[in-house]
């Protein structure tokens, strides 16, 4: 079945960084769009990064632009956040999503736990 597993989380200092992995199983990487998304306490889930099979570069959420990258190795099943000027909003449970090329379900990670505080 579909396994997303989530890692890297942790506590970082504003300003400091930060590197979110994500490994996929059970499902053909390549036909998917790899997404992260975050949902802060009493907040609503919300889309940060995504990145279609073939691109370099992703799309972001204007809250991160310009700090996040976004990327994907297909040949290791792995989509990768990197988190750089991290701020407290930042604070939030990351989860990973895998969506199938016209598919309006997807599946998600169990999330990893980003708290950024002094």
């Known amino acids: 079945q579909v396994q997303l597993v989530e890692s890297g989380g942790g506590l970082v200092h504003p300003g400091g960084s930060l590197t979110l992995s994500c490994a996929g199983s059970?499902?053909?990487?390549?036909?998917?769009?790899m997404s992260w998304y975050r949902q802060g306490s009493g907040k609503e889930r919300e889309l940060v990064a995504s990145?279609?099979?073939?691109?370099?570069?992703?799309l972001y959420a204007d809250s991160v632009k310009g700090r996040f990258a976004i990327s994907r190795d297909n040949a290791k099943n792995v989509v990768l956040l990197q988190m750089n000027s991290l701020k407290p909003e930042d604070t939030a449970v990351y989860y990973c999503?895998?969506?199938?090329?016209?598919?309006?379900?997807?599946?998600w990670g169990k999330g990893t736990l980003v708290t950024v505080s002094a």
């Open positions: 059970g499902f053909v990487f390549t036909e998917h769009v």
């Open positions: 990145i279609r099979s073939l691109q370099t570069t992703g």
């Open positions: 999503n895998a969506r199938q090329y016209g598919a309006t379900m997807s599946n």
